[in-house]
């Protein structure tokens, strides 16, 4: 598949991706360097793969920086930020989510906190600091990853569900705030796409939900990374508070 990435230039840019050393975020941080721009990936904890990620990215790796950040920690956003508070910031995608499905009756309160203090919450953290850094200079792109579930709702997902619903929301509301300052804000609601996050289901829900698709087959991170470089390009100026399904037509 051909990436659309050479048709943008994000060079002089400086591109903060949050879960951007795996699955859809690694690739999200590998269009950005394939396109020119600084690229500062944030992981929680695990520090071989984010190294060895940065490691196999050859020279690009001279733009890359990995931080580990817990998104959820409101003060350890606030000290990230603390941090390159002499560096322009263009662009902020809130990549980071967990899940921890289970139907609601049986769903413990610690499965419930954790899946929204890491997917909302960490929205919250992140774009607060972001946008305040991006005021100064006039311009930037917030795009957030939010999920169908957000959308149609999933059984057995109505934390995550909530989660990303809550994103959608959030981003409707903070576009109407900061819009006149040049920073747009726009989600991205992926369907089924191959990556570790789906990983643990099982054999038989896949081919069912693969029924369910009509393109009859799941979506690839190059894909929905795609789409996040229009959506942070200055191509996409007049695109706010919107959310584009990336689901093969679920």
Not at 25 to 50: M, P, Q, T
Request: charged share 25%; aromatic share 8%; hydrophobic share 35%.
């Amino acid at each position: 598949m051909q990436d659309s990435n050479i048709k943008y230039d994000f060079s002089d840019q400086v591109c903060i991706v949050t879960g951007g050393t795996r699955g859809i975020g690694r690739e999200i941080s590998k269009h950005f360097l394939n396109a020119g721009a600084k690229v500062i990936a944030l992981y929680k904890s695990n520090h071989e793969k984010a190294n060895a990620f940065k490691n196999d990215l050859g020279e690009l790796s001279d733009r890359l920086t990995i931080e580990s950040v817990d998104v959820s920690d409101y003060h350890a956003c606030e000290e990230f930020f603390k941090k390159y508070s002499d560096t322009s910031i263009h662009v902020l995608v809130n990549n980071s989510g967990i899940r921890r499905d289970g139907l609601l009756l049986m769903m413990k309160e610690e499965q419930w906190d954790s899946v929204l203090h890491t997917n909302l919450k960490g929205t919250f953290n992140m774009t607060k600091f972001a946008t305040a850094a991006m005021l100064k200079n006039r311009y930037g792109r917030i795009i957030n990853m939010s999920s169908v579930a957000g959308v149609l709702g999933l059984p057995g997902q109505c934390n995550y569900s909530a989660s990303k619903a809550g994103q959608i929301a959030f981003s409707k509301s903070l576009s109407k705030e900061v819009a006149k300052r040049g920073i747009t804000i726009n989600n991205i609601a992926p369907g089924f796409i191959e990556t570790e996050l789906i990983d643990d289901l099982p054999e038989a829900q896949v081919s069912e939900y693969k029924k369910q698709v009509p393109m009859k087959r799941f979506g690839s991170s190059q894909e929905v990374a795609n789409t996040v470089l229009f959506l942070a390009s200055k191509e996409s100026s007049y695109i706010t508070g919107a959310t584009i399904e990336i689901t093969g037509g679920l």
